[in-house]
């Protein structure tokens, strides 16, 4: 049982860890694009994204942390938990008056995360 958590957490701390660094890099580089993107691109760009991230992440953590049974559970939980995650992450920077883009909601923070699960499950061994 101790095993199956720790899968879980570290499954989910990896996906966590990558969108937060690649939500750092998304405002480091916002102040030259200040035009708002039209959402059904920025979805699209947010999906490739996690798409690329995820197969980045193979190279790096090839094993999926989830055992088999529950890999599935994995690819739907870990994104919802993720995306509400990103929903904190962007009422907290909207508290101290700082921009927010799509990647702060959640069907982006969702898709991105989604994208890079979709990728492991798929592709993880």
Avoid: K
Avoid at 26 to 36: C, D, F, I, S, Y
Avoid at 86 to 106: K, Q, S
């Amino acid at each position: 049982m101790f095993e199956l958590i720790f899968s879980f957490v570290g499954e989910f701390l990896v996906q966590v860890v990558v969108e937060l660094l690649v939500e750092l890099g998304l405002h480091a580089m916002a102040e030259p694009l200040r035009r708002p993107a039209n959402p059904w691109l920025a979805a699209i760009g947010y999906g490739l994204l996690g798409f690329i991230v995820g197969g980045l992440s193979l190279l790096v953590f090839p094993a999926n942390f989830v055992p088999s049974p529950w890999r599935l559970a994995n690819l739907i939980v870990t994104p919802l938990i993720i995306g509400g995650l990103m929903v904190v992450v962007g009422a907290w920077r909207a508290r101290r008056g700082e921009a927010l883009w799509r990647i702060d909601r959640f069907a982006c923070g969702f898709l991105f995360a989604f994208a890079i699960a979709l990728v492991r499950f798929q592709f993880g061994v």
